[in-house]
């Protein structure tokens, strides 16, 4: 059996870390918490697929009249606005990262 070389040991470790930081990000329910102990937080929890806020203004919304509180799943058809106001809360990395983690799990 001929021995791995230093590359790939390096190689193999750099796997498994990614591994397991790519298993904590798919099943951790929330990315981002907000303390609870902060008044004028605008975001409470961000997560993969769903997102809380207790306070969020639309950002297209330039007298600031319009606002987003509670939680609602990133797709959720029957919210109004959100289709809007996707392109601000879900960056094209997010969605790549979606992608990637329904392409890996099925």
């Keep these: 059996m001929k021995r791995r070389?230093?590359?790939?040991?390096?190689a193999i470790g750099v796997f498994v870390i990614t591994l397991v930081c790519v298993?904590?990000?798919f099943c951790a329910p929330a990315w981002l918490v907000s303390?609870?102990?902060?008044t004028g937080a605008k975001l409470n929890?961000?997560?993969?697929?769903?997102?809380?806020?207790?306070?969020?203004?639309?950002?297209?919304?330039?007298y600031q009249r319009r606002f987003f509180v509670g939680c609602r799943w990133v797709y959720d058809p029957?919210?109004?606005?959100?289709d809007e106001?996707?392109?601000f809360l879900l960056p094209r990395k997010?969605?790549?990262t979606m992608i990637f983690n329904i392409a890996k799990v099925t």
């Design 94 to 96: 997010c969605v790549v």
């Design 45 to 62: 929890k961000l997560g993969l697929w769903s997102h809380c806020f207790r306070s969020l203004a639309d950002p297209s919304d330039v």
């Design 23 to 25: 298993f904590v990000a």
């Design 78 to 82: 029957f919210t109004t606005g959100y």
């Design 85 to 87: 106001i996707r392109g």
């Design 5 to 10: 070389s230093l590359a790939g040991n390096c």
């Design 35 to 38: 303390d609870y102990h902060i």
